[in-house]
Structures are given as structure tokens and as C-alpha cells.
């Protein structure tokens, strides 16, 4: 067994892998003062996973305490942490520094050349949008990245005087009042990034989408998406098989 950890920009996700079956546990904010605490009551109901591995984006001080914690509960476990690189598991990495590219896109790109293989484009939906394609030899073509839609709400919110951070819920069309504007404008925003650089890039394969806005910014789509809301822990399950990191 495996045990599978994701640590964003603000949540941390964990999974479990059995013979290639990725599943998905659970999620929390790890920016809380008790988060080692919660997921220290989390794991002690787990069986021994023989390996975690780990990809972080979030910095180093969290990952170091979940690392502690992982080896005092299990002191025989074997740790990956995931790195990018300039080729693995059948993908070639398209920047010039390999290793600048961030973990979370590797992996999200590994996961889709394994889970869907052939000419294809993952789209990130977090606390930023990344977008990144794949052609069908496995040669990542490169890709972007933009705010998220949390992440345009708070610039819309410190840039002026007297907007205000958007909670507002889903709005159809115009909007009549201010809250419901932002949430419309960057919303239309994302969805309009994401069918632009797609037109522009004229994708015949899938297009996948993963992340916490990813439904809703699939709903503002024109294209055939497919929702895959645990990439980055599919490219973790990936990443670690025998001889992939070569």
C-alpha cells in the first residue's frame, strides 16, 4: 500500500494506492495550527503503507512535519519525494530547466500520458491555472499559467479602493450588483483563458481538467472536457513505479 500526499498552495490532499487503484481519502487546510494533529488521528486508523511519496508545492516547512510524523508512526516507511525532470515515464519535459517546472504540472502530465495516452492538454484549477499539452509521442509542448479564480477576486479586492472579495454564489449572465460582477468577470475570465489558448493550439485529443474550480469552469466551457479531480495523486502513483525515475 501506498500513501499518497499533495500539498498545494493551501489544502493538503491524501490517498491510498492497491494495485494501481488510486483512491482518493480526504483534504484539509494545512495553514491551520492543528492541522499535524487532525492528520495525525487520520493516519493512525490507517494499515501500514510500505510507501509514501509526497509532491509539494506548499513550501518546505509543512512537508517537513508531515514527514516527521509519517516516520513516527511508521518508522520502517520508504519516502519519494517527487521531483521534475527531463524525462520520465515516457514524457519529456519542454523546459529548458527541467527542474523549474512545477512538480504538481509533472506529475499532472505523467498521470495523463498514462491515463490518456495520445495528443491531449491537462488544465489545472487551483490557486492558479496552469494549462499544459502533450503531443501524442509524449514531448510536453509547453504551457501557461494564470490567477485562479480565488486569486483574481483578492487582486480585484487589493488593487481598488472599494471592491469587495467576491463570496458570492453562481450568477447567469449579467450581473446587477458588484459582488455578483466579479464573481461573473473572472469566472468568464478563466473560462474565456481556457477556450482561447485551446482554439489557438487546435487539440484534437482529450482535455483534461483537475483542480478545486474545475467543474465550474467546465461549465462555462464550449468543448468536451473530462473531469479528473485527483491528478496529481494518479501522477504520484505513476511516479513511483519501478524504473520510472530513471
Given at each position: 500500500?501506498?500513501?499518497?500526499?499533495?500539498?498545494?498552495?493551501?489544502?493538503?490532499?491524501?490517498?491510498?494506492?492497491?494495485?494501481?487503484?488510486?483512491?482518493?481519502?480526504?483534504?484539509?487546510?494545512?495553514?491551520?495550527?492543528?492541522?499535524?494533529?487532525?492528520?495525525?488521528?487520520?493516519?493512525?486508523?490507517?494499515?501500514?503503507?510500505?510507501?509514501?511519496a509526497v509532491s509539494s508545492v506548499g513550501g518546505h516547512q509543512p512537508v517537513e512535519k508531515l514527514l516527521r510524523l509519517a516516520q513516527q508512526l511508521w518508522p520502517d516507511i520508504v519516502i519519494i519525494r517527487a521531483s521534475s525532470s527531463r524525462h520520465a515515464c515516457g514524457v519529456t519535459n519542454a523546459y529548458r530547466q527541467a527542474e523549474k517546472l512545477g512538480v504538481d504540472r509533472w506529475l499532472n502530465l505523467l498521470a495523463m500520458h498514462h491515463y490518456y495516452p495520445g495528443a491531449a492538454c491537462v488544465i489545472d484549477c487551483?490557486?492558479?491555472?496552469?494549462?499544459?499539452?502533450?503531443?501524442?509521442?509524449?514531448?510536453?509542448?509547453?504551457?501557461?499559467?494564470?490567477?485562479?479564480?480565488?486569486?483574481?477576486?483578492?487582486?480585484?479586492?487589493?488593487?481598488?479602493?472599494?471592491?469587495?472579495?467576491?463570496?458570492?454564489?453562481?450568477?447567469?449572465?449579467?450581473?446587477?450588483?458588484?459582488?455578483?460582477a466579479i464573481y461573473n468577470g473572472t469566472l468568464y475570465a478563466a473560462a474565456g483563458l481556457v477556450e482561447h489558448v485551446l482554439s489557438r493550439q487546435q487539440l484534437s485529443g482529450d482535455v483534461i481538467m483537475t483542480g478545486g474550480d474545475a467543474s465550474l469552469i467546465a461549465e462555462n466551457l464550449s468543448i468536451k472536457t473530462i473531469i479528473e479531480p485527483d491528478m496529481v495523486l494518479k501522477g504520484l502513483s505513476v511516479y513511483c513505479k519501478k524504473g520510472c525515475r530513471l
Amino acid at each position: 500500500m501506498k500513501l499518497l500526499l499533495d500539498l498545494g498552495n493551501s489544502r493538503l490532499k491524501w490517498g491510498i494506492e492497491r494495485d494501481d487503484d488510486v483512491r482518493f481519502q480526504g483534504s484539509l487546510d494545512y495553514r491551520s495550527e492543528d492541522f499535524v494533529e487532525q492528520i495525525r488521528q487520520t493516519w493512525q486508523r490507517f494499515d501500514q503503507p510500505g510507501t509514501l511519496a509526497v509532491s509539494s508545492v506548499g513550501g518546505h516547512q509543512p512537508v517537513e512535519k508531515l514527514l516527521r510524523l509519517a516516520q513516527q508512526l511508521w518508522p520502517d516507511i520508504v519516502i519519494i519525494r517527487a521531483s521534475s525532470s527531463r524525462h520520465a515515464c515516457g514524457v519529456t519535459n519542454a523546459y529548458r530547466q527541467a527542474e523549474k517546472l512545477g512538480v504538481d504540472r509533472w506529475l499532472n502530465l505523467l498521470a495523463m500520458h498514462h491515463y490518456y495516452p495520445g495528443a491531449a492538454c491537462v488544465i489545472d484549477c487551483g490557486t492558479a491555472i496552469t494549462v499544459d499539452f502533450l503531443n501524442r509521442q509524449g514531448q510536453h509542448l509547453g504551457g501557461l499559467i494564470s490567477p485562479g479564480l480565488r486569486l483574481m477576486k483578492r487582486s480585484l479586492q487589493r488593487g481598488t479602493a472599494q471592491l469587495p472579495f467576491s463570496e458570492q454564489d453562481k450568477v447567469a449572465g449579467l450581473a446587477a450588483d458588484t459582488e455578483a460582477a466579479i464573481y461573473n468577470g473572472t469566472l468568464y475570465a478563466a473560462a474565456g483563458l481556457v477556450e482561447h489558448v485551446l482554439s489557438r493550439q487546435q487539440l484534437s485529443g482529450d482535455v483534461i481538467m483537475t483542480g478545486g474550480d474545475a467543474s465550474l469552469i467546465a461549465e462555462n466551457l464550449s468543448i468536451k472536457t473530462i473531469i479528473e479531480p485527483d491528478m496529481v495523486l494518479k501522477g504520484l502513483s505513476v511516479y513511483c513505479k519501478k524504473g520510472c525515475r530513471l
